[in-house]
């Protein structure tokens, strides 16, 4: 007890002393209704909110806010909230992820520059996650992470519809002919039908269990419905446990050890998650000073199989994996498969295998055994070869098996708008066995790494029945599409890789299981091609964008800008004058 006792809090130094600053912040903060008693040394919780109804992902999280706040002055702290820059997926363009750095700043200066002693952070949309995670890792105060969880199950005409997948799937069939526009449409209100993020493993519910994998979460945060009142509960005991957190010193360089980005590297393999996870947690490593590359993902998700069946890799939704049994169940069986550091620790105190331990099963169909999954090699394969020396990734379990082995000549298209404008042109030089190639829409091309890697097939090849070509690109792809999609190339072809040297015809060879990717032209005559190659003028000079492009680092190393790499603390900042 003397150890707590003594302690001095981070909020002090604005809050405690009876001097002309402590008088000063302490009277603007009571023309809020505070009372006084809520100033003698109290913790101090800031609940980072990305609540926006622009992010029609986190539009509910006020309510969330709500509980952890009744939750932290349960445990007698101080809860405050704050407004952090909300990133939708949905509306915002050219693409969220270009502002996923700009917003991770946004969450560390305001960590760092105001009176708190710990960080709630309520996330949803695919970038908030890690937006928040990287601010709160680089000042690193305790720190625990709510979700604002998955919106229930879409009902499309008496079966199951699941956000983003449905809307690939449809989009070629309208293409194909096959499927009539206004049933299309209908198809609209019947996706989205509550609040939440996507119910599919795309981005944000990939996120949500990365982040209870990683053990900055509480059990059960990641597939918790939004709109189920346990989500609510969540929420108010996470308020009670920043409380105790800050308390016991648990910050996140704690938590965020070499076997936390192990085990979620394992968790993702098996739940079939999103690539857009590679760069996240590449990233969220940097911040915590964690060496963890693109090849430790290959070698530690080697191997592990995908064993939930959900949408895109395979046939359920969020709401079925909750009720299943939720990402515990998931970890549970990779613990007793030997696949997990069972002893990292988590945010409630306890060991991620103690917090699995006993967890249940309630439907081997949406959860299976390990030795009868969905895919036998899940997870994320890293290649490498001429074409993307620094790597290139594919998601197995959303391929074509037939197609993890191949070789095509490539049609190249510099541009989305290119692409868009050429693909269903009857002069096109295209077949089922061709390679697409897309390029300039990495992290500098795009700018932010657009998600357009999932490239649309030509509409006389979907007239024909074919749905999976190779397709291969610097962009990135949303975690609801499937299809054989090498993302990510290193470096882009913006940057001087060589996918900008790629011409129409070349025989591209493709070998997942043999991790290979390879340009088949004589390295003379690409050199050639290099000595006429010209970069692309950015798209816009000075302002967030400018500053993006000139200081953002390639995806083999998470996208994020060199200078933000690292942990700069939580000291208090000098006193204003």
């Given at each position: 007890m003397g150890d707590v006792e003594e302690r001095v809090l981070?909020?002090?130094?604005?809050?405690?002393?009876a001097d002309r600053d402590g008088f000063i912040h302490r009277s603007w903060m009571k023309s809020q209704g505070h009372p006084a008693d809520l100033f003698?040394?109290?913790?101090?919780?800031?609940?980072?909110?990305?609540?926006?109804?622009?992010?029609?992902?986190?539009?509910?999280?006020?309510?969330?806010?709500?509980?952890v706040r009744r939750g932290v002055l349960e445990a007698g702290g101080f809860p405050l909230e704050f407004p952090v820059m909300s990133l939708g997926e949905t509306n915002l363009r050219p693409t969220a992820m270009l502002f996923r750095n700009l917003a991770s700043m946004d969450v560390e200066e305001s960590i760092r520059g105001n009176p708190l002693d710990g960080v709630v952070l309520l996330c949803g949309c695919d970038k908030t996650t890690p937006a928040l995670v990287m601010g709160a890792a680089s000042c690193d105060l305790p720190a625990l992470v709510v979700s604002g969880g998955p919106m229930?199950?879409?009902?499309?005409?008496?079966?199951?519809?699941?956000?983003?997948?449905?809307?690939w799937r449809f989009s070629e069939e309208v293409r194909a002919g096959s499927m009539e526009l206004d049933e299309f449409l209908e198809a609209e209100a019947c996706m989205s039908r509550s609040a939440g993020h996507c119910m599919t493993m795309g981005t944000a519910s990939t996120m949500a269990?990365?982040?209870?994998?990683?053990?900055?979460?509480?059990?059960?945060?990641?597939?918790?419905?939004a709109v189920d009142s346990r989500r609510l509960a969540l929420a108010q005991l996470a308020g009670?446990?920043?409380?105790?957190?800050?308390?016991?010193?648990?910050?996140?360089?704690?938590?965020?050890?070499?076997?936390?980005?192990?085990?979620?590297?394992?968790?993702?393999?098996?739940?079939?998650?999103?690539?857009?996870?590679?760069?996240?947690?590449?990233?969220?490593?940097?911040?915590?000073?964690?060496?963890?590359?693109?090849?430790d993902w290959d070698r530690v998700g080697r191997g592990v199989p995908t064993v939930v069946d959900l949408e895109p890799s395979g046939r359920f939704l969020m709401e079925d994996f909750y009720y299943a049994g939720g990402l515990p169940?998931?970890?549970?069986?990779?613990?007793?498969?030997?696949?997990?550091?069972?002893?990292?620790?988590?945010?409630?105190?306890?060991?991620?295998?103690?917090?699995?331990?006993?967890?249940?099963?309630?439907?081997?169909?949406v959860?299976?055994?390990?030795?009868?999954?969905?895919?036998?090699?899940?997870?994320?394969?890293?290649?490498?070869?001429?074409?993307?020396?620094?790597?290139?990734?594919?998601?197995?379990?959303?391929?074509?098996?037939?197609?993890?082995?191949?070789?095509?000549?490539?049609?190249?298209?510099?541009?989305?708008?290119?692409?868009?404008?050429?693909?269903?042109?009857?002069?096109?030089e295209v077949d089922e066995s061709s390679v697409l190639v897309l390029r300039n829409c990495g992290p500098r091309g795009y700018p932010g790494m657009a998600e357009v890697g999932n490239m649309g097939l030509p509409s006389r090849l979907l007239a024909r029945g074919v749905r999976d070509m190779v397709r291969i690109s610097d962009a990135r792809m949303s975690g609801t599409a499937y299809g054989t999609a090498v993302l990510?190339?290193?470096?882009?072809?913006?940057?001087?890789?060589?996918?900008?040297?790629?011409?129409?015809?070349?025989?591209?060879?493709?070998?997942?299981?043999?991790?290979?990717?390879?340009?088949?032209?004589?390295?003379?005559?690409?050199?050639?091609?290099?000595?006429?190659?010209?970069?692309?003028?950015?798209?816009?000079?000075?302002?967030?964008?400018?500053?993006?492009?000139?200081?953002?680092?390639?995806?083999?190393?998470?996208?994020?800008?060199?200078?933000?790499v690292g942990c700069r603390g939580a000291a208090v900042p000098r006193e204003n004058h």
């Open positions: 981070r909020s002090s130094a604005w809050f405690g002393a003698d040394g109290r913790e101090v919780i800031g609940i980072c909110n990305t609540a926006s109804e622009l992010t029609p992902c986190n539009a509910h999280l006020d309510g969330i806010a709500e509980r229930l199950n879409g009902k499309f005409r008496g079966g199951e519809l699941g956000s983003g997948t449905a809307v269990c990365m982040v209870e994998a990683l053990g900055l979460a509480l059990p059960q945060n990641a597939a918790i419905p009670r446990r920043i409380v105790e957190m800050v308390r016991e010193d648990l910050r996140p360089s704690r938590i965020l050890v070499r076997e936390a980005f192990e085990n979620a590297v394992r968790a993702n393999g098996a739940i079939g998650g999103s690539t857009n996870a590679v760069l996240h947690l590449l990233a969220i490593a940097g911040r915590v000073g964690v060496d963890f590359s693109l090849d169940a998931v970890l549970r069986a990779l613990d007793e498969g030997g696949l997990l550091h069972g002893g990292a620790l988590t945010v409630n105190g306890h060991t991620l295998g103690e917090n699995c331990a006993g967890a249940p099963n309630h439907s081997e169909e959860i299976r055994p390990l030795v009868r999954p969905v895919c036998a090699e899940g997870g994320i394969a890293v290649l490498r070869g001429n074409l993307a020396p620094d790597g290139a990734v594919v998601k197995p379990s959303a391929a074509s098996p037939e197609l993890l082995v191949h070789r095509g000549r490539a049609v190249c298209f510099t541009s989305i708008e290119d692409y868009k404008a050429r693909i269903d042109d009857p002069a096109l990510h190339v290193a470096p882009e072809a913006a940057a001087g890789g060589p996918l900008a040297l790629v011409r129409d015809g070349d025989w591209i060879e493709l070998d997942v299981p043999g991790r290979r990717l390879e340009l088949a032209v004589e390295p003379d005559e690409l050199e050639r091609r290099r000595a006429d190659w010209r970069p692309p003028e950015p798209a816009m000079s000075g302002g967030w964008q400018g500053l993006y492009v000139e200081r953002v680092l390639q995806a083999d190393r998470g996208c994020d800008l060199d200078f933000l």
